[in-house]
């Protein structure tokens, strides 16, 4: 939050007591939906992908940091949904890893903003359509999540972006790789990259993997 912003609420704040309290509130709500809808304008503008000549770093985050790739089935769409997409043509992937909450890809594509934004999309709509059959309480958190101005739909799974960094040369891709292997390491899960089963680190190691992945790079 900006300073202005912060002195925006704080005069709203000591006036309080002359104007009715639920015009204040209603005007704290409006303030904080600008300054929510200006961060997601300065997000977008300064994570964008210029060159599709070379690969990309990508994150994807669901709402609220929920733990929800720790059940199988959610992973598997994501899985399915990533091998639907080099079938096809659509994407490349070099890497990958899914934590319990969030996941890490090196992928390219000749559209690949559109790529990505359409494997959030589908596989958005896939897992929330597991959740009206499975659990009713992870739907109600990913309705509590959704944004404000995502008029266009009941819930929200995943975070808005998906941060990419352009892969510059072999040495940037090797350190990003090993990154993204080691992500579960560092957090104390396995003590070998290898061990983890939701990640590239076995294609590399013996090319036992769950799903393909291209090494040519």
Not at 27 to 53: C, D, G, P
Not at 54 to 62: E, M, N, R
Not at 97 to 102: A, D, L, S, W, Y
Not at 171 to 197: A, L
Request: contains cysteine; glycine residues 4%.
């Amino acid at each position: 939050m900006k300073k202005s912003d912060i002195i925006q609420l704080a005069s709203f704040t000591h006036l309080s007591h002359l104007v009715p309290t639920i015009f204040v509130g209603t005007l704290l709500v409006m303030l904080k939906r600008h300054i929510e809808w200006e961060t997601r304008q300065m997000t977008r503008s300064r994570y964008k992908i210029f060159n599709t000549a070379y690969p990309y770093f990508l994150t994807a985050t669901i709402v609220e940091w929920l733990p929800l790739f720790s059940n199988p089935s959610i992973v598997q769409i994501i899985f399915d949904s990533f091998e639907f997409m080099q079938k096809h043509d659509r994407l490349i992937i070099y890497a990958h890893v899914i934590m319990e909450n969030h996941l890490h890809l090196i992928a390219s594509s000749p559209d690949l903003s559109k790529e990505i934004g359409d494997f959030k999309s589908y596989t958005a709509r896939q897992i929330i359509d597991y959740y009206k059959v499975n659990n009713g309480f992870i739907l109600e958190s990913l309705a509590k999540a959704k944004k404000f101005f995502k008029i266009d739909r009941d819930y929200q799974f995943w975070q808005e972006g998906s941060h990419p960094k352009q892969i510059q040369d072999r040495r940037m891709m090797r350190q990003k790789i090993e990154y993204i292997h080691n992500n579960p390491v560092r957090r104390g899960y396995v003590d070998e990259p290898q061990h983890w089963r939701y990640s590239s680190a076995r294609n590399y190691m013996n090319g036992g993997g769950l799903i393909s992945i291209c090494k040519e790079w």
